[in-house]
């Protein structure tokens, strides 16, 4: 069996001691704000909450 | 065994996530007269996960603890407070029923030793924290600190707030956070203690003048010990290599990767890495997690002869119902991994949590070109450890009430999801997470593309994130007390 792999995307340079984050990408404002927004993080609680729900129920537990 | 022991003992080994579970079930579930006995050298059970508050004071010690022996007492089971030393499947000179022999760790008895008679053992002794595998690692004589217990987050924490003073002062500082060695595991708490110590120099307006480093055994970011993960997000399929690495970037935490500690001195960690090169990073602040290992019980036949590798693999785990079959990392299975914990030769023996021996690694190997391993261990906390408690709990049961030829019950890590909410900051309104599902825990590729199911593994940053780990932080210490409803809540 293959066991797929990922391209590693943030090494380290060589000579460098920690590793290059720029291609990590960034969020951007509205992200930030959707992060914080009261409104919309009560329908994430409910979302998360929900998929650990199915999680449990799909499992062997 | 049984047939002779109408009411049955059992004894369980260990009273955190996974034991604590499996008491609670075995007292629930179990006719009167059968005798449930737990054996910690803990009186107070600790919820860890909210440990990474208490390391930056946003918790006390009496928050996330609590003492077993009341809970104890209104369930009916025995409590023990004491370690387990030495196992006798067999029985002994004495008796042919099996026992385990424990030394007394409580205040009034400290020392003394005696020998518990079983028909079932639960073998949920949690990790040995192995801290003298670094030299100069760990809060005891060492030089960093840690939040693997209560007590040592309390002087995380007030480690934490000296050099958060010295900043103030106008001292830059420069804090290391991360993994102590390059077997070490549960990376996502250092993940979490990070963005949480992140958190703490923004609101003290001193993150400009502090240095803030991760780091780590993993090879990329966001491999958390389980071979990292892919996302499906926005129509796209992602990897939490890039996932986390946004969050590092925005926050400003550099990370060192693939990183093996070998020494910690006064202000000074020292580390290979997997190109082989050897490096240091001075710093102020340290918090640097130990490996793991099993907690040294040997086993002994009737005679008193040595069976310890019969029962045990050489790190201390106990080999359970688990393909340990040396093999390639590329022909690893989903179905190595254990199903029942059921302990190899002994059908009235499970290991469960982090006591029981993985096949493998989840995560892919390393070593560096000086032989030096550095491999994330798996994880089997938390969620999976409280499951499998249960799985071993409901097992017993149906074995003391349907007879000897009751089947197992069946919980694998590769059929078992699990979250984790690494907290990057605390408030109601101002907290946030980064909040994590996987499902199964250990990838299968035969039925997964992606090892993972993309519907239901899945990461989210934001404050819902905190709010969930709060809910979990209450619920579970409802649950471990056995307040109303308890056995409702999901392990």
């Known amino acids: 069996m293959t066991i797929p792999t990922n391209e590693q995307q943030l090494t380290t340079p060589a000579g460098a001691e920690v590793a290059d984050l720029s291609k990590a990408p960034m969020p951007t404002a509205s992200t930030l704000k959707r992060r914080r927004s009261i409104l919309f993080q009560l329908t994430r609680f409910a979302v998360f909450n929900a998929r650990i729900m199915r999680m449990v129920h799909k499992g062997a537990h | 065994m049984k047939a002779s022991h109408p009411m049955a003992d059992i004894v369980i080994l260990g009273a955190g996530v996974s034991g604590h579970t499996a008491a609670l079930h075995l007292s629930r579930l ?8 737990v054996v910690s050298p803990n009186s107070q059970w600790n919820w860890i996960p909210s440990n990474i508050w208490v390391g930056v004071g946003k918790m006390t010690k009496k928050d996330v603890v609590f003492p077993l022996a009341p809970v ?36 009034s008895r400290r020392g003394q030793t005696e020998r518990i008679r079983y028909d079932y053992l639960v073998n949920a002794t949690g990790p040995q924290l192995k801290f003298q595998m670094t030299q100069g690692l760990g809060p005891h004589g060492g030089h960093t600190v840690s939040v693997c217990t209560a007590e040592h987050a309390v002087d995380a924490a007030a480690a934490l707030a000296e050099t958060i003073a010295t900043l103030k002062a106008g001292t830059p500082q420069t804090l290391v956070v991360g993994m102590g060695h390059g077997t070490c595991t549960c990376e996502g708490a250092a993940f979490e203690y990070v963005f949480n110590v992140d958190h703490e120099l923004r609101q003290a307006g001193v993150r400009d003048r502090a240095r803030l480093v991760y780091l780590t055994n993993e090879k ?35 990370a060192i990767l693939g990183a093996h500690v070998d020494k910690v001195e006064p202000g000074v960690v020292h580390y290979e890495t997997l190109d082989g090169t050897r490096h240091t990073l001075d710093f102020d602040f340290g918090m640097l997690l130990p490996p793991f290992g099993g907690v040294p019980l040997t086993a002994h036949d009737r005679d008193g002869s040595d069976i310890t590798s019969e029962l045990f693999a050489p790190s201390g785990f106990m080999k359970v119902d688990a393909d340990y079959t040396a093999k390639p ?24 949590g982090i006591a029981f021996a993985p096949p493998h690694q989840i995560s892919r190997p390393h070593k560096s070109p000086n032989g030096t391993v550095i491999a994330p ?14 799985t071993a709990a409901l097992s017993i049961v149906d074995r003391i009430k349907r007879g000897p ?23 109601m309104r101002t907290g946030s997470a980064a909040a994590m599902t996987m499902m199964p825990v250990v990838p299968d590729y035969e039925t997964y593309r992606t090892g993972r199911s993309l519907e239901d593994t899945r990461g989210e940053i934001g404050l819902s994130g905190h709010w969930v780990k709060l809910m979990l932080h209450y619920l579970f210490i409802h649950k471990a007390k056995g307040r109303l409803g308890w056995q409702f809540i999901p392990e």
């Not at chain 2, 104890?72 to 387990?84: E, L, M, P």
């Not at chain 2, 990392?329 to 469960?352: F, H, L, M, S």
């Not at chain 2, 069946?410 to 408030?427: D, K, P, Q, R």
């Open chain 2, 30 to 37: 179990l006719p009167k007269g059968h005798k449930v006995t």
């Open chain 2, 72 to 107: 104890y007492a209104r369930k009916g089971i025995d409590f023990v407070q004491a370690k387990a030393t030495s196992l006798w499947p067999r029985g002994d000179a004495d008796d042919p029923r099996p026992a385990v022999e424990v030394e007394h760790t409580s205040d």
């Open chain 2, 220 to 254: 990329e970011l966001g491999d958390f010990g389980v071979g990292g993960m892919t996302f499906a997000e926005s129509g796209f399929e992602t990897t939490s290599e890039l996932w986390t690495g946004s969050l590092f970037r925005e926050r400003g935490v550099e």
């Open chain 2, 329 to 352: 990392y590329e022909e690893w299975r989903a179905a190595d991994w254990p199903k029942t914990y059921q302990a190899v030769g002994y059908d009235n023996i499970w290991a469960v």
């Open chain 2, 377 to 390: 261990s798996p994880p089997r906390t938390g969620m999976p450890s409280g499951v499998m408690g249960k």
């Open chain 2, 405 to 427: 030829s009751a089947p197992n019950h069946e919980a694998s890590m590769a059929n078992m999801g699990a979250a984790c909410v690494a907290s990057a900051g605390t408030g």
